[in-house]
């Protein structure tokens, strides 16, 4: 089992930025990926950046050269570095852990960008 828990959400103007964290716990060291997803009403949830286990870093087309994912190993954590935020990048953000075919979620925070 893996535990995951998102913080550093909030309310920010256009053009702000933003850092997420991830703090995971539990079985944690044969993780596949980790990653950051997002959720904006009306939509479905969608991949924002993953870090993948011997192949690297990938982001969402809408966030390329704005948000930077990176990993604490010592401290068991993730984060997603966002800048120049704009009002579509409002959403619940979700850190995301696979290992295997299973997935692992937190329960999400939530970040607003207003214009």
């Known amino acids: 089992q893996v535990q995951l828990v998102e913080s550093g959400g909030g309310l920010v103007q256009a053009g702000g930025s933003l850092r997420l964290s991830c703090v995971a716990s539990?079985?944690?060291?044969?993780?596949?990926?980790m990653a950051w997803y997002r959720q904006a009403p009306g939509h479905q949830r969608e991949m924002v950046a993953q870090i993948v286990r011997g192949l690297g870093i990938d982001y969402a087309d809408s966030v390329k050269g704005r948000f930077d994912i990176s990993r604490d190993h010592a401290k068991n954590t993730l984060f997603v570095q966002m800048n120049s935020l704009k009002r579509e990048d409002t959403a619940v953000y979700y850190c995301?852990?696979?290992?295997?075919?299973?997935?692992?979620w937190g329960e999400g925070t939530r970040v607003t960008v207003s214009s």
């Open positions: 995301n852990a696979r290992q295997d075919r299973v997935n692992y």
């Open positions: 539990g079985s944690i060291f044969s993780l596949n990926v």
